[in-house]
């Protein structure tokens, strides 16, 4: 099933994000944690995409498990920034072989000693989105950011360019993690200004870790309140608090953008289920009365 009919059937969805382990890893971990997150009954997962399709084959495996062995639907990334026509041919060739009907299409970020106009066939997401949707057998998303893309000089520059992805065939969009649901706010009225209506599944990452969320910080360009600041300080020397403190962070984000009518709630599970678990069973009710 298309992810835009079920976001359109539904008032919330809930996805959760697994990416491939390394090549040389087996795949036993992610497929433990997949069973786990398909317990909390989602409405999708997605499956990264390694950059410069390092992991293509790990990606369509993965996704065809969570689509023909737990009956969930599976949202395939793919990234176009370093690939060729016949490459992007052939993935989508074999994603279809493999029941996959959704994809998040991504430009990719640009590996060093690579320049985007090297690539004469895809240089921007768009591009990408615009060849899968001439196809008319893929529901298509793309990536948006509340904070604006670490490349772009203006949120207002980096919008006109997310008009372009939606103008090309992008039916969903899932945005880059935020920890302060105002940013949230603020941009969905600038989608608006810019006629852009597709429904926005917002990304959550409960960071339960003080180097991966500084490194986040700097990676992503969102920013960090002083709230999860203060958390984090307190509770860096104390592990299991750190959790319950992130969760209860999380929780209450998400409860917001809940109250606040989001279409979508993407958790980055990082390949762990237990975190998603605590923060699926808080919000419990609140999914259930929200759809029923
Ligand atoms: P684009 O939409 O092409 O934008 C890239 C930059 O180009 C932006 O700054 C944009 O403003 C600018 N731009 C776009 N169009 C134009 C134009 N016409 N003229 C001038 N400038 C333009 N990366 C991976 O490698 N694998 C993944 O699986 C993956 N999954 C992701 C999932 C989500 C939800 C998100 C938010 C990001 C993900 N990424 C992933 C990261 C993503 O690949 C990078 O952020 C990448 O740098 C941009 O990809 P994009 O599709 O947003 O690019």
């Known amino acids: 099933m298309f992810i835009k009919d079920i976001i359109s059937s539904k008032k919330l969805s809930i996805s959760f994000e697994v990416f491939p382990p390394?090549?040389?890893?087996?795949?036993?971990?992610?497929?433990?944690?997949?069973?786990?997150?398909?317990?909390?009954?989602?409405d999708f997962i997605s499956v990264t995409y390694g950059a410069g399709g390092s992991s293509k084959g790990r990606t369509i495996e993965i996704a065809s498990t969570i689509k023909n062995k737990y009956g969930i639907e599976a949202v395939a990334?793919?990234?176009?920034?370093?690939?060729?026509?016949?490459?992007?041919?052939?993935?989508?060739?074999?994603?279809?072989d493999n029941g996959i009907?959704?994809?998040?299409?991504l430009r990719g970020d640009i590996p060093d000693g690579f320049k985007i106009s090297d690539n004469l066939n895809y240089k921007y997401a768009k591009d990408l989105i615009g060849e899968i949707s001439e196809r008319k057998k893929f529901s298509i998303s793309?990536?948006?950011?509340?904070?604006?893309?670490?490349?772009?000089?203006?949120?207002?520059?980096?919008?006109?360019h997310l008009k372009e992805k939606v103008d090309?065939?992008?039916?969903?969009?899932?945005?880059?993690?935020?920890f302060d649901n105002n940013k949230f706010y603020e941009f969905k009225e600038k989608l608006y200004k810019h006629n852009i209506n597709v429904p926005v599944i917002t990304g959550i990452m409960p960071v339960v870790n003080r180097n991966i969320i500084e490194r986040i910080g700097v990676l992503s360009g969102a920013f960090i309140p002083q709230k999860l600041k203060n958390i984090i300080?307190?509770?860096e020397n104390s592990p299991e608090a750190l959790v319950d403190a992130v969760i209860a962070y999380s929780t209450e984000q998400i409860s917001d953008l809940i109250v606040n009518g989001v279409d979508g709630v993407h958790i980055y599970a990082m390949n762990k289920s237990a975190v998603a678990k605590r923060i699926m069973k808080n919000i419990k009710e609140i999914r259930k009365a929200i759809n029923s």
């Open 22 to 42: 390394k090549n040389d890893m087996p795949l036993d971990g992610v497929y433990k944690t997949i069973g786990e997150l398909a317990e909390l009954n989602p």
């Open 77 to 96: 990334h793919l990234t176009c920034a370093t690939s060729t026509k016949e490459e992007i041919n052939n993935i989508l060739s074999e994603l279809k």
């Open 101 to 105: 009907e959704n994809i998040l299409a």
């Open 142 to 160: 793309a990536a948006a950011y509340p904070e604006g893309h670490t490349e772009c000089s203006s949120l207002e520059d980096d919008i006109r």
């Open 168 to 178: 090309c065939g992008a039916e969903v969009l899932i945005t880059q993690l935020f």
């Open 233 to 235: 300080d307190k509770y």
